[in-house]
């Protein structure tokens, strides 16, 4: 038994939103009282119930539109879409489920709607990109739209999308005054369920064409523009910044230098030869790393496959070590900060990683003392970015509120 939730994997994914109830996000209540309806059903109950609840928030919000309570309309749609986008983590993998693509259209419906009724509309972006769009929004600085603010652009991770993004860190950072721009890239939201667009690892070559955009928008300072990574994304942050001299920060949270650390393989009872030799690693290899946990089934074989755009362990494996900074760590160079949280394993290379940087750099750390000691600081997301914005006020030579 989970915190809310019967099943553990279902408690992974629908405790999430606990990070966003500073935000506009869902209540605690509303989380328990969905956890009690999903009870000890399976995945399809569980992306019932968080239907069922964004269906009831859409609708409360049509009927706050009919009655002219705009403010209160934006608001509950804004939540729907947390549901939504909450209910369909378990159905990942391919062939994509259709519920699943079903799910993602509600889910960015409602967020849409509710970003259209704010009191400065926001208007989804389309983002060039190698032949086609990616999807993104800009969020202007609150109370202070029509200014030339900072930009903080935003980086997804593995299985996040911007719906997630808005509510952990983008409402958040315009609350301090930052115009900030989040988009989905290959591997993410739009991109991979409607595109099909795998995850890269030169994330570089991702980042540029978003600058290239950013710079292009009203009201933004082009000499400070900073780059913020959360989950795979401080990966991803890292590494877009190796190959984007134009950023003026960067922040990675956690610091990540790989995605599947070289040292990972002896962890998992691999060898190198036996991932670069013929052929396909043996049934046998996959459930000695994968095991019987649920949670590695789901990480591995149904988002790691499909993210990734490999249908075997050896192609998974090979794709993950790819998402490295391996020889590029030096060309970073711009003020870059790194967070590790206390119980967050995927940070705890963050150290090594600030040794190796030699550009501007500062390390910040989470405790559980805190309640922020778990992967992006989750059930204390508010104090989280706080404190990152308040390393970039400094950075950037910025003090907004």
């Known amino acids: 038994m989970g915190l809310f939730f019967e099943n553990a994997l279902h408690d992974d994914f629908g405790c999430w939103p606990l990070g966003y109830t500073g935000t506009g996000g869902i209540d605690v209540g509303l989380i328990a009282a969905i956890g009690r309806a999903v009870g000890n059903g399976d995945d399809a109950?569980?992306?019932?119930?968080?239907?069922?609840?964004?269906?009831?928030?859409?609708a409360e919000a049509e009927a706050a539109i009919a009655a002219g309570r705009r403010h209160e309309a934006s608001a509950l749609f804004l939540q729907a879409s947390c549901c939504y986008v909450?209910?369909?983590?378990?159905?990942?993998?391919?062939?994509?489920d259709p519920r699943l693509v079903s799910a993602f259209r509600a889910q960015i419906a409602a967020f849409d709607r509710g970003l259209a009724l704010r009191p400065v509309p926001v208007a989804p972006l389309r983002i060039p990109y190698e032949g086609t769009t990616l999807p993104g929004y800009l969020l202007p600085a609150e109370g202070r739209e029509g200014e030339v603010r900072p930009l903080v652009i935003l980086a997804n991770g593995y299985d996040g999308t911007v719906t997630?993004?808005?509510?952990?860190?983008?409402?958040?950072?315009?609350r301090r005054g930052y115009h900030c721009l989040f988009f989905d890239g290959p591997g993410q939201g739009e991109p991979l369920i409607e595109q099909g667009l795998t995850m890269r690892p030169d994330w570089e070559a991702v980042i540029r064409p978003v600058v290239d955009?950013?710079?292009?928008?009203?009201?933004?300072?082009?000499?400070r523009i900073a780059l913020m990574g959360w989950s795979l994304g401080g990966y991803l942050?890292?590494?877009?910044?190796?190959?984007?001299?134009?950023?003026?920060?960067?922040?990675?949270?956690?610091g990540l230098r790989a995605a599947l650390p070289p040292e990972a393989l002896s962890k998992?009872?691999?060898?190198?030869?036996?991932?670069?030799?013929?052929?396909?690693?043996?049934?046998a290899m996959f459930d000695r790393v994968v095991g019987s946990s649920p949670r590695m089934r789901w990480s591995v074989l149904q988002r790691g496959y499909w993210v990734l755009g490999v249908d075997h362990l050896k192609g998974f494996l090979a794709a993950s070590m790819a998402l490295t900074l391996e020889g590029r760590v030096g060309a970073i160079t711009c003020p870059t900060l790194l967070t590790a949280a206390e119980s967050d394993p995927l940070s705890h290379g963050a150290?090594?990683?600030?040794?190796?940087l030699s550009c501007p750099k500062a390390l910040l750390?989470?405790?559980?003392?805190?309640?922020?000691?778990?992967?992006?600081?989750?059930?204390?997301?508010?104090?989280?970015?706080?404190?990152?914005i308040d390393w970039l006020d400094t950075t950037l030579g910025e003090r907004v509120q």
């Open 351 to 356: 150290p090594a990683l600030f040794d190796e």
């Open 268 to 283: 998992l009872g691999l060898s190198a030869a036996e991932l670069a030799g013929p052929g396909d690693l043996p049934e």
């Open 164 to 174: 997630e993004m808005y509510f952990a860190s983008a409402v958040a950072v315009a």
């Open 213 to 223: 955009f950013a710079l292009d928008l009203p009201n933004v300072d082009r000499t």
């Open 237 to 254: 942050a890292l590494r877009g910044a190796s190959g984007e001299p134009r950023l003026a920060a960067c922040i990675a949270d956690p």
């Open 86 to 96: 909450t209910s369909y983590h378990p159905l990942y993998g391919t062939p994509v």
């Open 45 to 58: 109950a569980y992306l019932a119930a968080w239907t069922a609840a964004g269906d009831r928030l859409a």
């Open 365 to 388: 750390r989470f405790t559980a003392a805190e309640g922020a000691g778990e992967h992006c600081e989750m059930r204390n997301r508010t104090l989280a970015v706080r404190r990152m």
